[in-house]
């Protein structure tokens, strides 16, 4: 079955720590996507790419990196986690609709994981 | 430019009334207006969506209402039922472009018994 997957879904680490964010889609989507999503809920992109070796920064400034080496891979990590990173991040991809919504970028979310830095 | 304003924040429906979430957006360009649901633990999904030539969609309970001169749309949610008790966005982006939307602050829908 198509689908997103992220891992892990929660982490729990220290300031000062490395840590990298999974995130894998089976669908075959070109554009794949990161979102942060505050406490109060809140949907802010941090992080997108048309494709492999292609990507950009969100509306929201993040002091997180990606890469996309891979079609179905797009990992994000912080080099020096802070307490101010704490928050869930929302990974995503996108292909065009050929079905009700013909045409648009209809965007797949992946289950999210949970950073808490201490 | 690229805002998209949702309200209300919170809402609590009795079983079987009519849940309304409002949104609005500055964009002209935004030509696709999806709506996702969001179970707690779970990424947010596609609900429904609407473009800008139809003022209303309909699919099963959940209808949107477009209203492109006041650059407003809102979700409703007919006969609404505790399992609907999750957290709704309303979002805008262009068709044919980044794919990128811009998302609604959320709305905590609670549908009581």
């Known amino acids: 079955e198509a689908d997103i997957y992220q891992t892990p879904r929660y982490l729990v680490i220290g300031t000062g720590k490395k840590i990298t964010l999974e995130c894998s889609q089976t669908m075959g989507h070109d554009k794949m996507y990161w979102y942060q999503q505050d406490p109060g809920m809140e949907l802010h992109l941090i992080h997108y790419?048309?494709?492999?070796?292609?990507?950009e920064k969100g509306d929201l400034s993040s002091e997180s990196t990606v890469s996309r080496i891979r079609t179905e891979h797009f990992p994000l990590t912080l080099e020096s986690a802070r307490p101010s990173h704490t928050s869930q991040y929302l990974c995503?991809?996108?292909?065009?609709?050929?079905?009700?919504?013909?045409?648009?970028?209809?965007?797949?979310f992946g289950a999210g994981s949970r950073l808490t830095v201490l | 430019q690229q805002q998209v304003k949702q309200s209300p924040q919170s809402l609590i429906v009795q079983k079987g009334g009519i849940s309304i979430i409002n949104c609005a957006y500055e964009?002209?360009?935004?030509?696709?207006f999806p709506w996702y649901q969001q179970f707690p633990g779970k990424g947010p999904a596609l609900l429904i969506a609407?473009?800008?030539?139809?003022s209303e969609k309909k699919e099963g309970r959940f209808t949107i209402s477009f209203n492109k001169s006041a650059k407003q749309f809102s979700l409703h949610i007919m006969d609404s039922q505790p399992g609907d008790s999750a957290t709704y966005f309303c979002a805008a982006g262009i068709i044919g472009n980044t794919g990128k939307l811009i998302f609604g602050q959320g709305t905590t829908l609670q549908v009581k018994p």
């Open positions: 790419s048309y494709g492999v070796n292609s990507t």
């Open positions: 995503a991809s996108s292909g065009r609709d050929r079905g009700r919504y013909s045409g648009a970028n209809v965007l797949t």
């Open positions: 964009n002209t360009a935004f030509d696709y």
């Open positions: 609407i473009r800008p030539d139809v």
